[in-house]
């Protein structure tokens, strides 16, 4: 992948969408859009996206009916679009229907996402029968089951249609839409579909096991699919033989059913690989330091997390308000600013101050004003050391808000006796307006199970987020997230700290004095130092 590419590429069926693209490519079209908007630093997001290339592909012959798009909201370009749209959670599925124009009230429709390529499916395909039951998608290929008994009103509505194909399956069955949506672009087949609770079809046509299919023609003969049709492939191989064998494309032809494209593989750009290469030296130059906390990565995240995060939540209110005001203030009291910099946290906070809601819009503002080399808040630009991926998708953001989170109880360690203070700001903050749903869920289930409340003083919640970190290092050891550079390990490392561990077991106190020493404040390293 490219930098600042995103999760998708050319080569993928996914529609790659963007702020300046967006409105001309979604609203006011013939046909429906289902877009998945993500973040690249997510990792569930990159777990999830081979699934959603799946999907692109495995339906692209819907194409005049339903196209599969992608945003990624991390991209600063596009954030104010996500904000609008109200997505809180990565990645998020919206359905948006056919004409679809702005509506404030309706920010396309939620849909849920499944754990594979075919539970993305089901669920897209019980939310099209949903719209239309509300009279949507009126020209699209009917996907309301057949609930006449009589064979007869089947060409009713479709009397464009040679023939028409019959499915009969259990009634949770997806077989018979898919179909419908198959053969959408062809006028002379019309797929349609009954459930086993249509029992006068069932007796009917004697219907010894299913899915079963049966095809009438308008010269009134019919002719049944007894036997060995499983998969929606065999029934899409029947279909098209009954109708002209010579439109039968082998099984393995990838290029699709009906429709073949070639694309250009994808000619990584010169100017990128030079930047690897010395981006590449950057990053074995600090992995050399041992674990060292800089400045960038934690205004990185700091900026982020305001500009993204909390600037894409249009509606902040009740919990959302009180978590805000939770970070906004341990942020002031621990954050490693100048004098500057805690005035800006100050504004900040004054936002909050008597207000029952507000827009993260809002934040974004007094965020940019200060963004600025003048304002003289940020000690440099946007970017990642320490955190900085050997891909574009990998670490970043994710990575710097946990060195923020640890530097924040280190330095509370040392400058106030309120031992929850930090893990209470950070436990709101991740359930509230942490991008990666699934994280913050994993996040609070830990609070829990972990027992975050019985943490009784500073050291121990040091402690605590150590274990926590370390948690979660186990569970995505391996995982497709994982950067290959920085392998997943029980932090910190053998030869980081060889006097933190006893034999199979930790050494508290050493791994206590490890963190205190890492995440001081003294040992903050500024870029061009070292
Ligand atoms: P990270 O794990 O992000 O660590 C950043 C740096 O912190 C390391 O480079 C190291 O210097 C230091 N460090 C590592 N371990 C510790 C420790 N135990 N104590 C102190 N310092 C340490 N991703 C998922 O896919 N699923 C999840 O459930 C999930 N939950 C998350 C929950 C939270 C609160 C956060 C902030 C992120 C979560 N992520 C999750 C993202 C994931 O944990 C990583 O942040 C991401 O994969 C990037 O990993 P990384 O290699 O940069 O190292």
Redesign the pocket.
Request: aromatic residues 18%; glycine residues 4%.
């Given at each position: 992948l490219i930098e600042g590419q995103g999760l998708y590429s050319a080569d993928d069926d996914v529609e790659i969408l963007t702020n300046n693209n967006f409105k001309k490519i979604i609203y006011g079209q013939k046909n429906a859009w289902i877009v998945e908007f993500y973040n690249s630093w997510?990792?569930?997001c990159q777990?999830f996206a081979p699934s959603w290339k799946s999907l692109a592909k495995d339906i692209k012959d819907w194409k005049n009916i339903i196209k599969v798009g992608a945003i990624d909201c991390s991209d600063d370009d596009n954030s104010a679009l996500c904000r609008n749209f109200e997505i809180m959670a990565y990645p998020t599925l919206k359905y948006f229907h056919e004409n679809y124009i702005e509506d404030s009230k309706h920010l396309g429709a939620d849909v849920t996402k499944g754990t594979d390529m075919g539970e993305h499916k089901n669920y897209l395909i019980k939310h099209m029968i949903l719209e239309q039951e509300n009279k949507r998608g009126l020209d699209f290929p009917t996907l309301l089951p057949y609930k006449h008994s009589n064979i007869l009103h089947l060409f009713d509505s479709n009397v464009n249609a040679k023939y028409v194909f019959l499915v009969i399956d259990k009634p949770e069955s997806m077989l018979g839409p898919q179909l419908s949506l198959d053969f959408n672009a062809y006028k002379e087949i019309c797929v349609r579909y009954a459930t086993t609770e249509n029992e006068a079809l069932t007796k009917k046509f004697k219907i010894q096991s299913y899915p079963f299919m049966t095809v009438l023609t308008d010269s009134n003969t019919s002719h049944d699919f007894n036997g060995q049709l499983k998969s929606r492939e065999d029934f899409r191989t029947a279909i098209i033989e009954y109708v002209n064998p010579s439109l039968v494309i082998k099984k393995n032809d990838d290029s699709g059913l009906f429709t073949g494209k070639w694309v250009n593989a994808e000619v990584p750009d010169i100017g990128s690989l030079i930047e690897a290469i010395s981006k590449k030296q950057l990053r074995d130059k600090v992995k050399k330091m041992g674990?060292v906390v800089f400045q960038a990565d934690l205004e990185s995240a700091l900026r982020y997390s305001l500009k993204h995060e909390i600037g894409t939540t249009k509606d902040i209110f009740g919990e959302k308000l009180d978590a805000l005001k939770a970070y906004f203030s341990v942020l002031i009291k621990y954050f490693p600013f100048g004098i500057q910099g805690k005035a800006f946290l100050e504004e900040l906070l004054d936002l909050l101050k008597d207000k029952v809601s507000l827009d993260g819009a809002t934040i974004v503002e007094v965020v940019n004003k200060y963004d600025t080399e003048a304002a003289n808040v940020f000690s440099s630009k946007h970017q990642w050391i320490?955190?900085d991926?050997s891909t574009s998708e990998?670490?970043g953001y994710?990575?710097g808000?946990?060195?923020l989170?640890?530097f924040l109880t280190v330095e509370a360690s040392e400058k106030t006796n309120m031992p929850k203070e930090v893990l209470h700001a950070?436990k709101g903050y991740?359930k509230n307006y942490?991008g990666?749903a699934?994280?913050?869920r994993?996040?609070q289930e830990m609070a829990v199970s972990r027992d975050l409340e019985g943490v009784t003083s500073a050291n121990s919640a040091i402690l605590w987020?150590?274990?926590a970190?370390?948690t979660?290092?186990k569970?995505?050891s391996g995982?497709v997230?994982?950067?290959p550079e920085?392998p997943?390990v029980q932090?910190p490392s053998a030869t980081n700290c060889p006097k933190c561990r006893l034999g199979t077991n930790w050494d508290y106190n050493e791994v206590l004095k490890y963190?205190k020493i890492m995440y001081n404040s003294l040992n903050i390293r500024y870029i061009g130092a070292d």
């Open positions: 997510c990792g569930f777990r674990n320490a955190c991926g990998k670490r994710p990575c808000l946990w060195m989170f640890h950070m991740i942490f990666c699934d994280c913050s994993h996040f987020l150590w274990m970190h370390n979660v290092n569970r995505l995982d997230s994982e950067d920085f997943k932090f963190l």
